[in-house]
């Protein structure tokens, strides 16, 4: 993570942090292992402190071996860390500049670990943001035990509920769609509680009598007794088509015309997103082929939104439809690294009885698949690579689909240019990203990365700056830019 030859040109951020330890083991190095597991991961310098100029320099420690011994004794100590996510090859001493220091590597945990907490108390339970550790909320404390479980969050039994919860227009669709997916299906011809059990949409309870599960529930409930057990849940579609109207169309769970759950608002949200998607002429034999790659890779990304939620979360699902771009926003972050998510063949779905449910009738994909596939189909269409951001506090996962291609003029991408919007908010996260991953960097470093003239990303980079996420070192030959820690 760190070429700790040029130490100097690192600064503590949200995923370092630097602790000279002269004195000892710091105690405050515990809450900077909880919050780097619980987090992104990060790498503490024991040794190391950091200058009033924020740069990074060594001290020589009189024994580190004391302390790295010290550190092993205490991680590994139920009474001060919940749980050890590291491995041997995690903590090693090194010599930089004739100074001894230690480095600690601390991976993010995986879901089931979590929440990593010290000293014997799950409220003593840190997250890393990019001003340092904090506590967690409570309700950050919830969602962590709820995807630390083995069983995927729909999967629970209703027992408070009865099987009048479903709306029958809403199961009278999902079958006639899964007779045209797979005519013939054995489960065809079971009637409509039995049909339930099957596909996971209702369980036996305790008291031996049929029950929702929480994925039928929220696929099939009615809105208002959706929210006895999901207070927070919201569902909200927006076009948003010019800058005078807050939007041009907009329909919610909430409204009481609709029956407000999960597989309605799937159909009646993408019906609205793919009547912007360009369908080229082209023939199967004697019919016109009018699904896309685009139209699957939507279809895909919007059940990925919607089977990833954590409807217990704040904030609700949002999507929204622009001129020329989708975003698509839930409550609820990542189960798995973000990079194991792009690179696919790993599926850790937040509700996986509703991912079997979509699967039945041909929508999303079990193999980890999904998020490849969006971004190979834009990059076959030659557009804007879709930037996906992960936000705390509360937790929310944002995807965003630009759908036009990145200008070959480069200097046609105006910052000012409210008809390019879109590619500015990409441009952007890509430029965040390049400075998460690279402690300093030159315009023409980050011009490169994000296929932009050097002079166009200094226009972004004025603007980070302007709203304190970026800050500016050096003269204007030298000057380099990081994230304000």
């Known amino acids: 993570m760190i070429d700790l030859n040029n130490l100097e040109k690192y600064r ?53 071996e004391k302390l790295v011994k010290e ?14 996510v590291l491995s041997s090859k995690d903590v090693v001493i090194e010599n930089v500049n004739g100074d001894h220091i230690v480095v600690i590597q601390i991976p993010r945990a995986d879901r089931t670990y979590k929440p990593v907490y010290v000293d014997g108390n799950p409220l003593n339970t840190y997250r890393r943001n990019g001003e340092g550790d904090y506590k967690c909320t409570g309700e ?3 969602a962590m035990y709820r995807d630390a479980s083995v069983k995927t969050q729909d999967m629970l039994v209703l027992q408070n509920m009865g099987m009048d919860v479903f709306n029958a227009d809403s199961l009278r669709g999902y079958r006639q769609r899964m007779r045209l997916s797979r005519p013939g299906h054995v489960w065809d011809t079971l009637g409509d509680e039995e049909f339930l059990l099957k596909i996971g949409a209702a369980g036996i309870g305790e008291d031996g009598k049929k029950h929702p599960t929480a ?24 076009e948003v088509y010019d800058d005078v ?48 790659p685009v139209h699957q890779a939507v ?24 001129r020329g771009e989708i975003t698509m926003s839930n409550p609820g972050n990542f189960r798995i690294e973000l990079a194991a998510a ?32 969006i971004f190979r189909v834009w990059h076959d269409q030659g557009w804007v690579e879709p930037a996906i951001t992960q936000s705390t506090n509360p937790d929310r996962i944002t995807l965003s689909l630009v759908l036009s291609p990145t200008s070959t003029d480069k200097s046609a991408i105006k910052i000012g240019d409210k008809r390019n919007s879109a590619i500015k908010s990409a441009k952007r996260q890509m430029i965040i990203e390049y400075l998460t991953d690279h402690p300093a960097a030159k315009s023409a470093e980050i011009a490169e990365y994000v296929d932009l003239k050097p002079s166009r990303v200094r226009d972004y980079l004025a603007e980070l700056i302007t709203e304190d996420i970026v800050v500016a070192e050096g003269g204007n030959r030298n000057r380099t830019y990081r994230l304000k820690a």
Request: aromatic share 12%; charged share 25%.
């Open 12 to 64: 503590e951020n949200n995923r370092i942090e630097a602790k000279k330890a002269l004195g000892g083991l710091p105690h405050s190095i515990w809450e900077t292992y909880s919050a780097f597991a619980n987090t992104l991961g990060g790498v503490i310098l024991l040794g190391v402190e950091e200058y009033k100029d924020k740069t990074l320099h060594t001290v020589d420690l009189p024994d580190p």
């Open 299 to 322: 279809r895909e990304a919007l059940a990925n939104c919607l089977v990833n939620a954590d409807y217990y979360g704040r904030g609700g699902l949002v999507i929204i439809k622009r």
């Open 71 to 84: 550190f092993w004794d205490m991680v590994n100590n139920p009474n001060k860390a919940s749980v050890n």
């Open 215 to 238: 994925a039928g529930l929220l696929m099939f409930g009615n809105e208002y007794d959706i929210v006895r057990e999901y207070p927070q849940y919201f569902l909200d579609f927006r």
């Open 245 to 292: 109207h807050r939007w041009t169309d907009r329909f919610v769970s909430s409204s009481g015309d609709w029956s407000g759950n999960v597989f309605d608002f799937f159909f009646r949200a993408y019906n609205k997103l793919q009547l912007d998607l360009k369908v080229p002429f082209e023939m199967e034999g004697p019919f016109r082929v009018d699904d896309t």
């Open 140 to 142: 950050e404390l919830r």
């Open 342 to 373: 792009k690179a696919g063949g790993l599926s850790d779905p937040r509700n996986g009885t509703m991912l079997k449910m979509f699967n039945m009738i041909d929508i999303g994909e079990r193999a980890g698949s999904g998020i490849p596939n």
